[in-house]
């Protein structure tokens, strides 16, 4: 069950964000620009030196902008909001390095950090709260381009989407939810995860955001 809808429906001022970031200018910076969001109603920083001293109350949204994200405390505290049910808003860079970390580490939509505005960030958060995938154009190219190695083998596997597959794909490629496919599809949450996982494994994909890349780029819904 996800733990995180709009806060404002459920009569909180906003949401409650966690900003963890390498380098003090990255953190105060990220954490002023959230504070003057109308959406966001408490603001708290953690180092990227200290992951272990996490906030003692639950959290809606992290957002992290690290350079190293094969480090260990990046993924802690990745693992740690998954835990608890918060949304991940992953800030990268342009290299490509940096841009390939999407496809091992948990998030729910992302930003380039050079292009980090309070409007941009406003964005972001409603998109991922809403159940979309904000993604840069650079990310978007990028997973394309990986997307071109997975070809033959999407090609051979595409055929044995079943019907029901191939719905929920369409549905993952516009961004929405597992609970906004279920409400769409009307099926229970653990049905969706089950058709998602069997889209993955028929994709060669190892998570949703290069699935759905693979899709646009093989034009898969053009089948469908």
């Known amino acids: 069950m996800e733990r995180l809808s709009n806060p404002i429906s459920q009569g909180r001022g906003g949401y409650s964000v966690l900003v963890f970031a390498d380098n003090e200018l990255a953190r105060r910076g990220l954490s002023d620009m959230l504070s ?40 802690r505290i990745a693992d740690a909001a998954c835990s608890q049910g918060a949304k991940i808003l992953l800030l990268l860079g342009r290299r490509a390095d940096s841009l390939d970390a999407v496809i091992r580490f948990p998030s729910n939509g992302f930003l380039i950090q050079d292009d980090v505005t309070e409007e941009a960030l406003a964005q972001a958060l409603n998109r991922i709260v809403s159940g979309e995938i904000p993604m840069p154009a650079a990310l978007a190219n990028r997973l394309l381009e990986r997307a071109r190695d997975t070809t033959p083998q999407v090609r051979a596997d595409c055929t044995k989407l079943t019907p029901r597959e191939r719905e929920t794909l369409i549905l993952l490629v516009e961004g929405l939810s597992n609970k906004q496919i279920a409400r769409r599809m009307l099926i229970s949450q653990h049905g969706v995860k089950r ?30």
């Open 36 to 75: 003057s969001l109308d959406s966001v109603s408490e603001v708290n920083t953690l180092a990227a030196t200290d992951p272990d001293h996490l906030p003692g109350h639950p959290y809606d949204i992290l957002v992290l902008a690290c350079e190293d994200l094969a480090a260990t405390g990046p993924y």
């Open 195 to 224: 058709l998602v996982a069997n889209i993955l494994a028929k994709l060669n994909c190892s998570n949703r955001t290069l699935a759905a890349a693979v899709a646009i780029k093989e034009g898969l819904l053009e089948e469908v």
